[in-house]
């Protein structure tokens, strides 16, 4: 069965960093582009970005470019956000999916950005 | 930016009874669609792609139909696990959008 296992949420102070990871299992981790979507409290989802199997095509939401940044590493099966300049208006639950059909999701990790 | 947007925003249906959900694109997506089911405290749950193509494990209950702007997710009888919050999204266009949801609670 396939499982996604976010991780590295938690409380940041405005203009702060964190960097989350997404353990991936039971699939062929490098055949399948990979996602990042948030649901900040009480609202929808958003898209924040995407990257290729190979890591050769990433996108981003205007939201977020220029401070996030998408990676992945193949050989340990993992997603990556490094997240910089964090604003309080990024405060959600991040989750991470499999596929640009988002067929399978992660429980998601909360990012509270507060001071 | 595509805007997904979704109605009603909140539909009563007894169970037993047929839902139906729309959601309208700001420009064509073709085909480019799809259907999520979200529970309080969970995370979306892909239910239909590419307009009207069940996801894997996904009852027959389920249905989704349209092209271009005009799309229906539509569940025959309802089932008391049906009741949850549902997204559209498209796919056709970066950045890839959702709509805000159409809450289905029982009646």
């Known amino acids: 069965q396939v499982q996604l296992v976010e991780s590295g949420g938690g409380l940041v102070k405005p203009g702060g960093s964190l960097r989350l990871s997404c353990a991936a299992s039971?699939?062929?981790?490098?055949?399948?582009?990979m996602s990042w979507i948030r649901q900040a409290p009480g609202k929808g989802l958003e898209w924040i970005s995407y990257?290729?199997?190979?890591?050769?095509?990433?996108n981003y939401a205007d939201s977020v470019k220029g401070r996030f940044t998408i990676s992945r590493d193949n050989a340990k099966n993992s997603l990556y956000l490094q997240m910089n300049s964090l604003r309080v208006e990024d405060t959600a639950v991040y989750y991470c999916?499999?596929?640009?059909?988002?067929?399978?999701w992660g429980q998601g990790t909360l990012v509270t950005v507060s001071s | 930016e595509m805007v997904m947007t979704q109605s009603p925003a909140t539909l009563s249906v007894s169970p037993g009874e047929r839902a139906t959900l729309s959601c309208r694109a700001s420009?064509?997506?073709?085909?480019?669609l799809a259907w999520y089911q979200q529970k309080p405290g969970q995370a979306p749950r892909l239910l239909i792609y590419?307009?009207?193509t069940r996801a894997t494990g996904i009852p027959a209950r389920f249905s989704g139909s349209g092209s271009g702007t005009e799309f229906t997710l539509t569940i025959s009888s309802l089932q008391s696990e049906d009741f949850a919050v549902y997204y559209c999204?498209?796919?056709?266009?970066?950045?890839?959008?959702f709509g805000q949801g159409t809450k289905l609670e029982i009646k």
């Open positions: 999916a499999r596929n640009l059909d988002l067929r399978d």
């Open positions: 039971a699939f062929t981790f490098s055949d399948y582009y």
């Open positions: 990257i290729s199997s190979g890591s050769s095509i990433t």
């Open positions: 420009q064509s997506v073709s085909s480019n």
């Open positions: 590419g307009a009207s």
């Open positions: 999204q498209q796919y056709n266009n970066w950045p890839y959008t």
